[in-house]
């Protein structure tokens, strides 16, 4: 009966025969339990680049990748190469520790990020990050540099951008071993044969290039012991000037005005009646630019303040909607840079996702994070540890309104109606349309409990509780 078939045929059977075969072997949780989302937007701070991003939540792992994406193909297909390799290897991992992540009270985590640099309005530097921890002490990092010419529909490579001759090499391995030098925090771990090693060859280099600073990423390993963790060396681009050639320096020189971000000040908060019935709305994972522009103006009509828990990335993509969100008096919170599960990465990473997405979000909003929610939930003594030396609080919930889950409006409301108490912590996000669809009912609902709508923050004080420590709110 195959034989009869034509060929067009045959190899739609051949492809899905394969497909059913590699989402078995692969060990992909298949379980009831697990949750996946994939969102397109289109961040108003770099035109050209859309935003893709992908989660997924199982029994046994969790997942999250942020991709800068572009209308040219060609741009696209080494970068989207490069995570699938990064995440069949994580899933072959996850199936070869199946048995002990299914005994353990752990999951596995990948999580790959992309921070854009713009070296001009139609050229970017892309700087992947891609952490992946599947059990065992430590997890696996890695770092992938692209440089995409949007205007030629290129990529760009170190050859375009620095002069490669013997001469002008001779005059930038110094300087990068002179900064690298001054960094104090490698004294002890760096290796200078690894180093020489690593920058023996420049077209293995992984770079990222801005308007102030040529910039050479290593991977944990590469040149220093592993306590010292992924190591980043910042050149100022006036120090390699005499080395870029012609076309990048007039890309570098091109107008590019930015007025500074007025510094946005908190609104001091009117004292509370300790007897009032207060409770924190609170809103994960955004900005988004469709959702989180309704929820601020449903939360303006009830006079309503909220906390937003914003990813740094995000905050980065849409700085406009992070500056309104403070600038209308909301709380900003930090939700790490990424969405990485904390509990899953080691001391460096955990503070880097945390000082990252708190440095970010002040860039774009003027508001510097007072407390830290982490993704999922997640978090175990070393992320305590890291918080804790911060004095920043780590901000759970006491209601959890399932809108991630349900994305159904009644359904949302019908849980935090039931669930509502006085000094309660709500949670919901401002990436699910749904969730602005249900809150004027809400709002409204609460208002004629009696209820007031405060931030985290005001909250605390309200409780007098210590600057540090894990906060849930009350529950019923």
Same mark, same amino acid.
């Given at each position: ?118 070296? *001009?309005?139609?050229?970017? !530097? +892309?700087? %992947?990050?891609? @952490?992946?921890?599947?059990? &065992? $002490?430590? /997890?696996?990092?890695? =770092? ?65 290039? *801005?308007?102030?600073?040529? !910039? +050479?990423? %290593?991977?944990? @390993?590469?040149?220093?012991? &592993? $306590?010292? /963790?992924?190591?980043? =060396? ?73 906390? %937003? ?168």
């Amino acid at each position: 009966m195959l034989k009869r078939l034509k060929w067009p045929s045959w190899a739609l059977f051949c492809i899905f025969i394969a497909g059913i075969y590699y989402f078995i072997s692969s060990g992909a949780d298949t379980s009831l339990q697990a949750f996946s989302r994939t969102e397109t937007t289109s961040p108003a701070a770099f035109p050209g680049l859309n935003l893709e991003t992908r989660t997924k939540e199982t029994k046994s792992y969790t997942l999250a990748i942020s991709t800068p994406i572009t209308e040219i193909e060609n741009l696209n297909k080494p970068m989207k190469e490069w995570i699938q390799a990064q995440e069949m290897e994580f899933l072959e991992l996850v199936k070869a520790n199946r048995q002990v992540l299914d005994s353990e009270e752990f999951r596995a985590h990948l999580n790959i990020k992309a921070e854009p640099k713009k070296v *001009s309005d139609t050229m970017y !530097t +892309l700087v %992947f990050e891609a @952490y992946q921890y599947t059990g &065992g $002490a430590n /997890g696996q990092a890695a =770092v992938k540099t692209f440089t995409i010419d949007l205007a030629n529909q290129k990529m760009v490579h170190l050859a375009d951008v620095i002069r490669m001759d013997e001469e002008s090499l001779a005059t930038l391995r110094p300087l990068i071993k002179k900064q690298i030098g001054e960094k104090e925090e490698l004294q002890d771990y760096l290796f200078e044969d690894l180093l020489d090693e690593a920058l023996e060859n420049p077209s293995s280099w992984k770079w990222a290039l *801005s308007g102030k600073n040529f !910039t +050479l990423y %290593f991977n944990e @390993y590469e040149i220093a012991a &592993g $306590a010292a /963790g992924a190591v980043k =060396v910042k050149i100022p681009i006036e120090q390699i000037r005499p080395l870029l050639k012609d076309e990048i320096a007039q890309h570098l020189k091109l107008p590019d005005i930015q007025l500074p971000e007025p510094e946005v000040k908190e609104p001091e908060a009117a004292p509370l009646d300790p007897n009032g019935k207060y409770i924190a709305l609170t809103f994960d994972d955004g900005p988004h630019p469709k959702v989180t522009p309704l929820i601020l103006d449903i939360l303006k009509k009830h006079n309503a303040k909220a906390t %937003f828990y914003m990813l740094g990335s995000q905050a980065q993509f849409y700085p406009a909607l992070a500056s309104q969100v403070a600038e209308e008096g909301h709380e900003i919170g930090n939700h790490s840079d990424s969405h990485a599960d904390l509990s899953s990465l080691g001391e460096i990473e955990i503070r880097k996702e945390m000082e990252e997405a708190s440095t970010k979000i002040k860039e774009a909003s003027g508001q510097l994070p007072a407390t830290v929610r982490p993704p999922y939930g997640a978090m175990n003594e070393d992320v305590k540890k890291i918080a804790g030396m911060a004095h920043t609080p780590l901000i759970l919930w006491s209601v959890d309104s399932l809108d991630w889950k349900t994305l159904n409006a009644s359904a949302i409301q019908k849980i935090v109606k039931a669930n509502a108490v006085p000094g309660a912590i709500v949670l919901m996000h401002d990436i699910h349309k749904p969730t602005a669809e249900a809150l004027p009912d809400l709002l409204t609902y609460l208002e004629k409990e009696g209820y007031e709508f405060i931030t985290v923050s005001q909250l605390l004080s309200l409780q007098e509780q210590e600057v540090t420590g894990t906060f849930f709110g009350k529950r019923q």
